[in-house]
């Protein structure tokens, strides 16, 4: 599903981005969004293949949820903790 919708893979490799850097810059999302959007071929192929690499890893830890139903996707930025 990933590997061949790019809209898909973006909006995937956009939450890993903001995971590992966004996040750590205390940008909002929509920010890190932004500054993804606008950061160089580089870093967008390296996050694209983040987001393929990483999919089985990101939806067992509950990061990413796919509604199996409609194949939805849900980028979860926070976790509670107990």
Do not use: P, W
Not at 42 to 58: E, F, H
Not at 66 to 72: F, G, H, P, S, V
């Amino acid at each position: 599903m990933i590997s061949n919708n790019e809209t898909l893979k973006d909006e995937i490799a956009s939450g890993i981005y903001y995971k590992d850097i966004g996040s750590r810059k205390d940008l909002t999302i929509a920010e890190s969004d932004v500054e993804y959007t606008n950061s160089t071929a580089t870093t967008k192929t390296v996050y694209r293949n983040k987001a393929i690499t990483d999919i089985r890893k990101l939806v067992s830890e509950g990061y990413i949820k796919i509604e199996r139903a409609t194949n939805d996707v849900t980028i979860v930025t926070e976790k509670v903790g107990l």
